[in-house]
């Protein structure tokens, strides 16, 4: 079956810019994950749905940042006014269920100048 | 501060011998995973093991937790080019298992 996809792969933008990044999780999986990883570090958590909920939105690292799972499927990362800060790669990941091995995308990277 | 450390954070061995790398903990947790991550690539999830669980393999992967020292061990054996990546551990805690933690990682070289 399909594994997660992600897009768009690649997205640049332009400071102060509002950016959306989709995340198509494998089918039947509940548990949903955003990710952002930096270079050279590991994958800093932001986001965990469980169906349709934000059941941790504890690492989202401030208000301009905002996720949205409206059907317990697709999930939408939104970042608003972007900072040249925010350039990293955005990873999210899905789960049969809480508690177990999670599956990646191959991540979209945001560059914002 | 991080929940998880891994150490060493570099390593390069020559192809068929043994590659070990560790990872150190604060709180006390659910459970340790590892993943593995190919350059400009996704992560791959390698092993799980519980809080309740010693040891547990997969092909030549062998991975222990010692919660009374927090700590865990990646062993990978006879070595390959192909397992040349970043291997990361992850923990999820006992009062917030839904939040994965991943450390800085280990990068692993394996020399042909």
């Known amino acids: 079956g399909a594994g997660v996809s992600q897009t768009p792969s690649n997205k640049v933008t332009e400071k102060g810019k509002y950016v959306e990044l989709r995340c198509d999780p494998i089918s039947g999986h509940t548990a949903l994950y955003w990710y952002r990883q930096s270079l050279g570090q590991g994958p800093e958590f932001l986001i965990y749905?469980?169906?349709?909920?934000?059941?941790?939105d504890s690492g989202l690292p401030n208000d301009r940042f905002f996720a949205v799972r409206p059907e317990g499927s697709v999930s939408t990362l939104k970042i608003q006014r972007t900072e040249r800060g925010d350039s990293a790669v955005y990873l999210c990941?899905?789960?049969?269920?809480?508690?177990?091995?999670?599956?990646f995308g191959p991540g979209t990277r945001l560059t914002v100048l | 501060s991080q929940q998880g450390e891994e150490d060493p954070q570099a390593l390069s061995i020559q192809e068929g011998e043994n590659a070990t790398m560790n990872c150190s903990y604060k709180t006390s947790i659910n459970n340790l995973q590892w993943y593995r991550q190919n350059s400009g690539r996704g992560l791959v999830h390698l092993i799980l093991?519980?809080?309740?669980?010693r040891e547990k393999h997969s092909g030549r992967l062998r991975v222990t937790l010692d919660t009374s020292k927090k700590s865990s061990s990646l062993l990978i054996t006879a070595s390959r080019a192909a397992d040349t990546a970043s291997y990361f551990c992850?923990?999820?805690?006992?009062?917030?298992?839904?939040?994965?933690?991943f450390g800085p990682g280990t990068s692993l070289s394996v020399i042909p």
């Open positions: 749905f469980q169906g349709t909920g934000a059941a941790d």
């Open positions: 093991i519980r809080s309740n669980e």
């Open positions: 992850a923990t999820a805690t006992k009062t917030s298992y839904d939040k994965v933690i």
């Open positions: 990941a899905s789960s049969p269920r809480l508690d177990n091995e999670q599956f």
